[in-house]
């Protein structure tokens, strides 16, 4: 039986087998951390990024799972448990609930463990889960340490652009300040070094024939009241809106299943290989965002002056895109594309790009209930979330091109590193 943070009351479930834990570790403390998104718990750093969770989480698992890959299979398990915990520990420490979840997790955890025993391998099982939960514990700590940013301990600051065509204006439902612009500044993970050598060319100029065709496909197809946006679109819209790392570590549980169950170090290197990749992605996508400063599709249709090659007057004061509001941060590119693309990237790597998954969401958008879907490959998964955002009305089909090689590039060059540089947190 897996654990599971319940949306509602965040208590976990009960262990009913004997050590050492029979199903993946690593998927489980995985599993504590997608819940906590998906059920609206914040960060006590309410600015900490979500794609910045995840590789926190499994940097230190797989730390620990590398001290003791020689170890007994449940010392193993014990490490990261404690690893995954000490860094859960501190993300949401302003939450008491979570913090009674994932001690009984742990306190659980490790006393089945122990329960166990070592198999023969070591008779002193105490002893063993005590000095897995020492190895556990500093990892944790080294990662947070190599962790703290700087950037995200003073109040971001941001100049508004004069409000000319293509230039980023605040959008409905927007604070004084656009969402996160000190992301910029934040390390990637893996060595990755200079995060602007990934930065996207230029977008098109706004009065270019592709941007007004563009513009063209938003009044079509983007808007809150289409009428030529087809039910299928606007399911995949609904599907993919939440964080794009939520839906891809649990696509990743759900393709890979058990292969690495007995293998925590494997399971620890995918996932930490994986969210690495998501979190550089990130980076390099505000870094994109926030060096070009590209207008919204709403800022674009509700400009009040002719601005398309045409000369075409566009203007509607009232447009909204499918997907109100519209994320407060600059357009160009699209975020959603690019972790997409990363996340993608490695899975691929380890299981190809044909598989055969299906996965459901609780849309409450609407009303809308369950939306079921199907994919054949992982590159269809990417496409889907590349269209959802263009379908939402709040992306150009461009911004989704160039946030896809984003993603694509840094997954490779993270890929390339982690070997030598993985314990760069």
């Not at 070009?292 to 075409?312: E, F, K, Q």
């Not at 997954?411 to 070997?419: G, I, K, V, W, Y």
């Amino acid at each position: 039986m897996r654990f599971s943070v319940l949306l509602s009351t965040l208590a976990v479930t009960a262990i009913t087998h004997a050590a050492p834990y029979e199903g993946d570790i690593v998927q489980l403390w995985n599993q504590q951390w997608t819940d906590m998104v998906r059920g609206g718990v914040a960060p006590s750093n309410t600015t900490l990024p979500i794609p910045i969770l995840p590789a926190m989480i499994h940097g230190a698992m797989y730390l620990a799972s590398v001290l003791t890959k020689d170890d007994p299979l449940l010392v193993q398990q014990a490490a990261v448990s404690v690893a995954a915990h000490g860094v859960l520990e501190s993300i949401y420490n302003n939450s008491v609930p979570v913090q009674d979840a994932i001690d009984d997790t742990l306190e659980t955890v490790l006393s089945e463990l122990e329960s166990g025993g070592c198999n023969g391998t070591d008779p002193d099982t105490a002893t063993a889960i005590a000095r897995a939960s020492a190895v556990g514990r500093d990892a944790a700590a080294e990662l947070l340490a190599k962790r703290v940013d700087p950037c995200f301990h003073e109040p971001p600051e941001y100049a508004w652009g004069p409000p000319e065509a293509g230039v980023y204006q605040r959008t409905e439902g927007q604070g004084l300040v656009p969402q996160a612009p000190q992301s910029v500044c934040l390390r990637p993970f893996a060595g990755l070094d200079d995060i602007t050598r990934f930065r996207a060319p230029p977008p098109p100029a706004t009065d270019s024939e592709e941007f007004e065709e563009e513009i063209e496909f938003q009044l079509a197809k983007g808007g809150l009241n289409s009428t030529s946006r087809t039910d299928e679109e606007r399911d995949i819209a609904y599907f993919w809106e939440g964080p794009p790392a939520v839906y891809w570590n649990r696509a990743a549980v759900g393709v890979l299943g058990d292969r690495y169950k007995s293998d925590v170090f494997s399971s620890a290197k995918f996932f930490a290989e994986l969210n690495f990749a998501g979190a550089n992605a990130y980076i390099a996508t505000w870094d994109t965002k926030y060096h070009y400063n590209m207008w919204r599709p709403i800022t674009a249709i509700r400009h009040p002056t002719p601005w398309v090659r045409s000369g075409r007057d566009i203007h509607d004061p009232d447009w909204l895109p499918l997907l109100t509001p519209t994320p407060s941060h600059p357009e160009y590119v699209s975020g959603h594309s690019a972790i997409s693309a990363a996340l993608g990237q490695v899975l691929k790597q380890y299981a190809g790009d044909e598989i055969d998954f299906t996965t459901s969401v609780d849309v409450r958008r609407d009303n809308r209930g369950v939306i079921t879907l199907s994919f054949a490959s992982v590159s269809e998964m990417v496409r889907s979330a590349h269209s959802s955002r263009v379908y939402g009305g709040v992306h150009y089909r461009f911004s989704c091109v160039g946030g896809g090689n984003i993603g694509e590039n840094v997954a490779r060059s993270t890929l390339e590193n982690f070997d030598t540089f993985w314990r760069q947190f």
